[in-house]
């Protein structure tokens, strides 16, 4: 979604718009013709705030290049298993995590591919 400035500036209130438009006056700096990208690709949102979350994080920088199971993964984080099972199924909705069974226990890998895929996705939008 696209926003032109001049609209931004239009909801400022007045005080705000004088010291805007006197800087646009003296600087130069700003066109209000110009439009600024204001949009957010969805899974690209839901990715950001999966990995803001510590706890999550710590869980892909752990699976980068391991296996682990719930029990191993909530020992070395000091954590609930419960806690650590309900964050791998978040992860696991976008597909940030992948997951085998051996036995009686899951076993769980972070999905570099696609976790790539998002940052290059992150990558091509602010860079």
Known sequence: ???????LI???????????????ERC????PEDE??????????RFLKLIGNPIRFQILKMLRDRELCVCLISQ??????????????????????T????G?????????EEIRKYLEMLGSEII
């Open 1 to 7: 979604m696209q926003v032109k400035v001049k609209e």
């Open 10 to 24: 239009g909801k400022l209130n007045e005080k705000q718009k004088e010291t805007v438009m006197r800087c646009m």
């Open 28 to 31: 130069d700096l700003i066109n």
């Open 36 to 45: 600024v990208d204001i949009s957010l690709d969805k899974n690209l949102g």
């Open 76 to 97: 070395a984080l000091e954590q609930d298993q419960t806690l650590i099972s309900h964050h791998l199924r978040t992860l696991k909705e976008l597909n940030l995590v």
């Open 99 to 102: 997951e085998k069974r051996e």
């Open 104 to 112: 009686k226990l899951k076993f769980y890998r972070a999905n570099t």
